[in-house]
């Protein structure tokens, strides 16, 4: 006889023996209730809020005993467990068709619940199957929306009746459900989360070891990991054997029941073949088809606890940050180190006296016990807010923000007045900045965000502060241009990078670098100043204008000191002199990055580019319109010669006849 053939012949003997299966209800009911009713009296003489019995702590029960099993206690998997640490011998387990359906439709929108819970009776079969326990489907399947009749609480209510009409205990790890079924004097035996749960056993800690930042479980594939730290990562095979769907679809029922039990356990999201699970310090991500082409698990934690005076800038940092309620946008690549920058900047602010909160989904920055962490409020970072607004933080951290809702709640709360530190992914400094344009009203960015904090490889690059005022923008000339202009600055040195206004019906992010490099009268006054100072100092110099009151003069290494003079008597004196600020350089630190714009002169037979004699020797790229075409070294008169005819000779050529730029830059 088959296994299924077995169990069927088990209920159907249940069901005809109608006058001993009262009996024996009977005697059930009276030692459930007595169960119940002891866990009553020792909660009633336990002090106000103290946890529940454990599952360990559970009385034992004997052949006969009926359960109905609610869905929260199937999901977390503490059934099988129980009956094979010898509990619940003999004990026929009930599960209501309503749960079966609920477990279903679960699975069916990609829950990683509801896989959890089909599995789990799976387990719970095979132990019928072996004789140890029975187990019973009986009810009927709801008609309508099971997750609707979820959400009104119609599903619990269902269990409930069913627990009353087969006369048995209802077991539940739902605390609501338990304090319901004691309010209506249904029979119940709750399973408190357990106070502790070795994370340690799970089976996907085998892959970690103290620097590993994150495991990558694919099927059919080798599992991989990150390991390192922020500034020095590098991906490692962990086995050369490929996982199978089976190794990793057990892992994944595993951390789902994990994070049912224990305390720091939390489903962030499961919809859609998409599962995100906060479980201790690890953010655990489950893909599934169809979401995902093959089953997948990605587990991310952080390596290193670090403080904010390990950072570049820090006091550049406490400063901006103690000075007032700061609106501060943290950016940087993927994994490039920003989480664990603002814990960082949580812990400096915590201790500073500041109260600070967080908005996390999901909820996995490591920080204080002071910190209270806040995730989406039935879904929407909006409702969260709201709640923070009453609670009046004096900092929230917002970890991390990619919808427009999110950039418009951030913008809210800083306008309300709380201090806010967002984290938003960006490859550069402004780029997180240009990510406000079109989410928050121009002329109200420099009210929202104050300071952009760029970070990369582990530690702060840049730092901008962001100011707004009313002027012509770099590079237009005429007064009639003026307008709202809000001005990105390096925090440390006050120069200033970008400017960002309104153009028309465009919104313009000029780099100023850029506006410097091709403003035509700076071009001119270089050549004025290379004259005029090499008139003075007697000797071939170089000028490069970098605003419109300050130019760097370049001249050979030795002769540093003399043009400065003592205390920096000469320069002064020429400075005054040419009515511009000066900064003395060597030819060596000539700044060519960019480029150069080249004289060009044409002969008959040859194209001359006129190039400084203190480059001579030196090795130099040639560009038209930024494209390479030529590399040759100058020379000793400060000039490259090509051949007409020649391809290189042609190009340049014909850009000159057409004024199209020509310019030098160092080679390599």
Request: proline residues 4%.
């Amino acid at each position: 006889m088959s296994p299924r053939a077995k169990s069927s012949n088990k209920t159907s003997r249940t069901k005809k023996t109608t006058k001993t299966k009262a009996k024996t209800t009977k005697k059930t009911t009276t030692k459930a209730q007595e169960e119940a009713q002891a866990q009553a009296q020792a909660q009633e003489q336990s002090p106000q809020g103290q946890a529940q019995p454990r599952p360990s702590e559970a009385p034992r029960s004997g052949s006969g005993d009926r359960f109905v099993l609610d869905t929260s206690v199937i999901v977390d998997g503490r059934i099988t467990e129980e009956v094979r640490q010898g509990r619940f011998q003999g004990a026929t387990f009930i599960v209501p068709e309503v749960v079966l359906a609920e477990l279903e439709a679960q699975a069916e929108r990609g829950q990683e619940t509801g896989f959890a819970g089909l599995n789990e009776l799976k387990n719970l079969q095979a132990l019928s199957w072996e004789g140890t326990i029975s187990v019973e489907i009986v009810g009927e399947r709801p008609r309508g929306d099971i997750l609707r009749l979820h959400e009104t609480g119609e599903i619990d209510s269902l269990i409930r009746r069913t627990a009353e009409e087969e006369n048995a205990t209802l077991v539940t790890s739902d605390r609501v459900q338990y304090l319901s079924c004691e309010a209506r004097g249904t029979p119940v035996l709750f399973f408190e989360s357990p106070a502790a749960y070795d994370l340690s056993a799970l089976r996907i800690m085998q892959y970690f070891d103290e620097q590993t930042m994150s495991v990558h479980l694919r099927a059919h594939t080798r599992p991989k990991a990150k390991r390192g730290t922020p500034g020095g990562m590098e991906i490692v095979p962990l086995d050369d054997k490929p996982l199978q769907e089976r190794e990793i679809d057990v892992m994944a029922r595993e951390i789902v029941e994990a994070a049912e039990q224990h305390p720091e356990g939390f489903i962030e999201m499961d919809s859609g073949g998409s599962t995100v699970v906060q479980l201790g310090n690890m953010r655990i991500a489950i893909a599934r088809p169809p979401f995902s082409d093959a089953l997948e698990i990605t587990v991310v934690r952080p390596v290193a606890r670090t403080k904010l005076d390990d950072y570049a800038y820090a006091d550049l940092l406490k400063e901006r940050l103690s000075q007032r309620y700061r609106g501060v946008l943290v950016s940087g690549a993927p994994g490039a180190g920003k989480s664990t920058f603002v814990q960082a900047i949580a812990d400096y602010l915590e201790e500073a006296g500041w109260v600070i909160k967080t908005m996390e989904k999901p909820r996995d920055l490591v920080v204080s016990d002071e910190i209270t962490q806040y995730t989406a409020l039935e879904g929407s970072m909006e409702n969260t807010a709201d709640v923070l607004l009453l609670v009046r933080p004096d900092y929230t951290i917002f970890d991390e923000m990619r919808r427009t809702e999110d950039f418009q709640v951030f913008a809210d709360m800083r306008l309300a007045g709380v201090g806010m530190v967002g984290v938003v992914h960006a490859t550069r400094g402004i780029d997180a900045l240009q990510r406000l344009i079109g989410r928050v009203e121009l002329g109200m960015i420099p009210q929202v965000v104050d300071t952009v904090v760029f970070i990369d490889e582990g530690d702060v690059r840049q730092i901008y502060e962001i100011e707004f005022t009313v002027k012509v923008p770099t590079g237009m000339g005429d007064t009639d241009l003026a307008r709202p202009v809000i001005e990105v600055r390096d925090y440390e040195s006050k120069q200033l990078a970008f400017e960002i206004y309104s153009f028309g019906e465009q919104v313009v992010v000029m780099p100023i670098g850029e506006v410097v490099a091709e403003k035509p009268v700076w071009k001119l006054a270089e050549r004025t100043l290379e004259y005029e100072l090499g008139r003075i100092l007697r000797g071939h110099v170089a000028v490069q204008v970098k605003s419109d009151n300050r130019a760097v003069l370049y001249v050979e290494e030795d002769r540093i000191p003399a043009v400065l003079g003592k205390g920096g008597s000469n320069i002064r004196e020429l400075e005054k002199r040419v009515g511009i600020g000066l900064e003395v350089r060597s030819f060596d630190e000539l700044d060519l990055t960019a480029g150069r714009d080249l004289d060009v002169v044409v002969t008959d037979r040859h194209v001359i580019l006129d190039l400084d004699p203190r480059l001579r020797g030196k090795t130099i790229e040639i560009t038209v319109d930024g494209e390479p075409v030529f590399l040759g070294s100058v020379s000793r008169s400060g000039s490259i010669k090509l051949r007409r005819g020649t391809e290189p000779a042609e190009r340049i050529y014909e850009a000159y006849q057409q004024g199209r730029p020509i310019r030098a830059r160092r080679a390599g």
